[in-house]
């Protein structure tokens, strides 16, 4: 029962749902934990605090990853759902270790690398990393503001900054699926006509009112992990009783547009891939219910403390990374659509 010496070391998992969740459910459960998970269904659901209560007192290990999907058209009610639902189940669990008799000795809190600004020249790490602003960053800082809040001495928190997951999420997907369509050339920024999506959010919002453009012809970074360098990392820092703070979860090598397309259009076979300016891929994604910046902006994240620390990653190079995703999930047109 929770609040009593468990047999076993309990892991209390937050958003299980998605693919990542559903590989920390199966990582914990090999390595021994009993598995217990909050939700928007199940046993234990968002709103239910006495439940909250129990499951987090006497937890070992608590994560948390629930928030609404960001692979959406930023309407007016997905920004706010995007935001309310990460600082409002943050606070909720927060409340929970707060009152906990015996709080869990870690606590991983998901949150974002698009929390650093749009950067070409060089890569943003945990110490000296430039953080952003506009609605992506607001959203990430509020979250690690909710996660970071008070005094919990029993608890030590560690914010995940996840960079873009390769594995059988929407991401992924969509990406496979532009180049098996014969989309699979480099997506080029360029000028649109402005709109108020991007605009910043929350109680400090940041940002022009106004969407803006960079002019990086298809060499905008991108900064990806392995899904398998997730469970890694995950397992790394529940283990390591001095790390804490925010940490990039990020593969060490960089890539760029181009040459994350042209990987991509190698693996799917693609022939050809057609490159992608703003004007045409604004519209398209309206229809695909997605936002170009996904592709657009220039994430650049660099995991200086799981390098210092020794973590040694699986997969460390792009190309290898996606050969290894498609060939566990092969990629399907339809995905387009589903992502």
């Avoid at 969740?21 to 909050?38: P, Q, S």
């Avoid at 928007?40 to 948390?64: E, K």
């Avoid at 706010?80 to 189940?89: A, F, G, H, M, Y």
């Avoid at 690690?144 to 594995?167: K, N, Q, Y």
């Amino acid at each position: 029962m929770p609040g009593e010496a468990p047999d076993r070391p309990r892991v209390v998992i937050a958003g299980a749902g998605g693919f990542v969740g559903g590989a920390l459910r199966g990582a914990f459960a090999d390595d021994g934990y009993e598995v217990v998970t909050i939700g928007r269904s199940g046993p234990i659901v968002w709103g239910d605090t006495a439940a909250i209560a129990r499951a987090v007192d006497g937890a070992d290990v608590l994560v948390n990853l629930a928030g609404k999907i960001v692979s959406c058209r930023y309407t007016d009610a997905n920004r706010d759902e995007i935001l309310r639902s990460r600082v409002d189940t943050t606070r909720s669990l927060h409340r929970a270790v707060s009152a906990a008799r015996r709080p869990p000795r870690v606590w991983l809190n998901a949150s974002t690398a698009t929390i650093f600004r749009h950067e070409t020249e060089s890569g943003n790490d945990e110490v000296d990393g430039v953080i952003g602003e506009g609605f992506s960053v607001d959203v990430a800082t509020s979250w690690e503001r909710a996660f970071f809040d008070g005094d919990l001495p029993g608890t030590r928190r560690v914010a995940l900054r996840m960079a873009i997951v390769l594995g059988d999420g929407p991401a992924t997907r969509m990406l496979f699926a532009l180049a098996r369509l014969g989309l699979g050339g480099p997506q080029i920024d360029s000028w649109w006509f402005p709109h108020r999506r991007y605009r910043g959010i929350g109680a400090h919002p940041t940002g022009p009112t106004l969407s803006g453009w960079h002019r990086t012809s298809g060499r905008q970074r991108f900064s990806w992990i392995h899904i398998d360098d997730v469970v890694g990392s995950v397992r790394f820092l529940r283990d390591r009783e001095d790390l804490a703070g925010p940490v990039n979860l990020s593969a060490p090598e960089v890539s760029d547009n181009r040459t994350l397309m042209r990987e991509l259009r190698r693996i799917a076979r693609a022939p050809f891939g057609l490159p992608a300016f703003r004007w045409m891929l604004d519209p398209a994604m309206a229809v695909m219910r997605n936002e170009p910046e996904l592709v657009l902006k220039s994430r650049w994240a660099v995991p200086r403390v799981l390098q210092e620390a020794g973590f040694a990653f699986r997969h460390d190079k792009l190309g290898p990374a996606l050969e290894a995703v498609a060939a566990q999930h092969p990629p399907r047109a339809r995905d387009l659509f589903t992502a």
